[in-house]
C-alpha cells in the first residue's frame, strides 16, 4: 500500500471515520490542505508543489479504484498546482557561446570539446539525448541529427548549421578513430558518438568536466552545466523571432507551456 494512501487512511482513523463511504469532499479536501502546508519531514519548509501534486494524485487513483471495484463514490474538488516557471536559468550570450568554440583546442579531445558544443548547443539536446547518441545518428546529406531516445520517447530530427555538421564531421572522421582502442566496444563504423579517451562511452560527469575546463579557457567566470547550452540556444532562437511552437518542436517538448519558460527569461532581460 502506498504510504500517501496509509496516511490518508489514519487521517480518517483520527477523524472516528470508521467506513470509507463516510468520507466526504470536505473531509479530503482537509487532508489535503494539511499536507500543503505541514512541514517536510526531510527537510525545513512546506511540502513542495510536485509533493502536494503526489497526495492529489494518489487519492485520486483511490477514488478511480473504490468507483470501478466497489461502486463507491469520493468526490474529491482538489487540483492540481501548477509550478511556477522558474526564469532564473544562467543564459549565455551568443559572443560567450563565440568564446566557447574559440577556446577549444586542434587536439582529439579538443575537437570532441567542438563537437559537444555542435550538439548541446547547436542542436539544444537534452543531456542524455547527446550521451545517447550514435555516429548513424549524424545525417550528414539531411544536414539532421536523429534523436532516438528523448525524455518522452519520442524520435525527432534536429536540424543542424552546416559550421555545427563541419564540426561533428572533423571530430567523427578525424578526432574519434584516435580514442578508439583495440579493444573498444565502439566500432569504427558505428556506435556511441561520444568517445572517453579509452574509447568507451563518455559519461555525462566527463562531459560536464570538459564543458567547466572550456569555460574556464575561454575566462566566462559563471556556473554553467550541459543544459544551460541548450537553454541559451533556445533563448537565442527566441531572440531571433522564430515562431515558439518551432523551437518547442527543436527542442523536443511535449507541451508549449514548458517552451514558455523562455519568453519570461527574456522579459527578466530586458
Request: charged content about 25%; overall charge positive.
Amino acid at each position: 500500500m502506498p504510504r500517501i494512501l496509509e496516511e490518508f487512511l489514519k487521517w480518517l482513523e483520527e477523524k472516528n471515520i470508521v467506513e470509507i463511504t463516510e468520507t466526504t469532499s470536505n473531509t479530503i479536501e482537509e487532508f489535503i490542505t494539511y499536507n500543503k502546508t505541514r512541514k517536510n519531514k526531510r527537510r525545513e519548509g512546506a511540502l513542495s508543489i510536485s509533493q502536494s501534486n503526489r497526495y492529489i494524485d494518489v487519492i485520486k487513483k483511490f477514488a478511480e479504484y473504490l468507483h470501478h471495484t466497489h461502486h463507491i463514490q469520493l468526490n474529491i474538488n482538489s487540483k492540481r498546482e501548477k509550478k511556477e516557471a522558474k526564469t532564473d536559468y544562467i543564459i549565455l550570450t551568443v559572443e560567450e557561446i563565440k568564446s566557447l568554440y574559440n577556446a577549444t583546442e586542434e587536439t582529439p579531445i579538443g575537437i570532441r570539446d567542438r563537437a559537444m558544443l555542435s550538439i548541446y548547443y547547436g542542436c539544444g539536446l537534452r543531456k542524455s539525448e547527446g550521451i545517447n547518441l550514435e555516429v548513424n545518428d549524424i545525417l550528414f546529406d539531411r544536414k539532421l541529427v536523429h534523436v532516438r531516445k528523448s525524455k518522452n520517447n519520442q524520435e525527432r530530427y534536429v536540424p543542424i548549421t552546416a559550421s555545427n555538421l563541419k564540426y561533428l564531421e572533423q571530430y567523427i572522421y578525424n578526432a574519434r578513430p584516435l580514442l578508439l582502442s583495440d579493444t573498444s566496444p565502439s566500432g569504427r563504423q558505428g556506435g556511441v558518438l561520444f568517445l572517453s579517451e579509452k574509447g568507451n562511452a563518455i559519461s555525462s560527469q566527463t562531459m560536464y568536466i570538459r564543458l567547466k575546463q572550456v569555460c574556464e579557457k575561454a575566462k566566462l567566470n559563471k556556473e554553467i552545466g550541459l543544459h544551460t547550452l541548450r537553454h541559451s540556444i533556445a533563448t537565442h532562437l527566441l531572440q531571433q523571432g522564430i515562431q515558439l511552437e518551432q523551437i518547442a518542436l527543436f527542442l523536443g517538448h511535449k507541451s508549449l507551456e514548458s517552451t514558455q519558460i523562455y519568453t519570461h527569461i527574456m522579459n527578466n532581460e530586458k
